[in-house]
């Protein structure tokens, strides 16, 4: 059973930044792609980024272009989620996803595992 834990969420001021870690365990990850999404109040869950296990590539969403860097860790099985310049539209809860696929995927749909997310407020 794969199970996903994150960390790292807490209050951070703009500007400032902030490194989320996602724990992944119960299989091996090579073929899989792995995602980091966030919601916020009332709204739908978004992706913001992802990145295929087995060449590390990865994919951002526009609004967070530059300023987050997701990256993954064979060694520890750990995704992470760096993020930089903070601005208070990217407070949400932030959740960790998986997906068996060779293909990059941006929508929550297409994810299978899900962590329990760890929430990120940014004070302006």
């Known amino acids: 059973q794969v199970q996903l834990v994150e960390s790292g969420g807490g209050l951070v001021q703009a500007g400032g930044s902030l490194s989320l870690s996602c724990a992944a365990s119960?299989?091996?990850?090579?073929?899989?792609?792995m995602g980091w999404f966030r919601q916020a109040p009332g709204k739908e869950r978004e992706f913001v980024a992802s990145i295929r296990w087995i060449d590390g590539r990865t994919y951002y969403a526009d609004s967070v272009k530059g300023r987050f860097t997701i990256s993954r860790d064979n060694a520890k099985n750990t995704v992470y989620l760096q993020m930089t310049s903070l601005k208070p539209e990217d407070m949400a809860v932030y959740y960790c996803a998986a997906v068996r696929s060779a293909w990059a995927q941006f929508s929550p749909n297409a994810y299978d595992y899900w962590g329990q997310g760890t929430r990120v407020t940014v004070s302006s």
């Open positions: 119960g299989r091996t990850f090579s073929g899989y792609v």
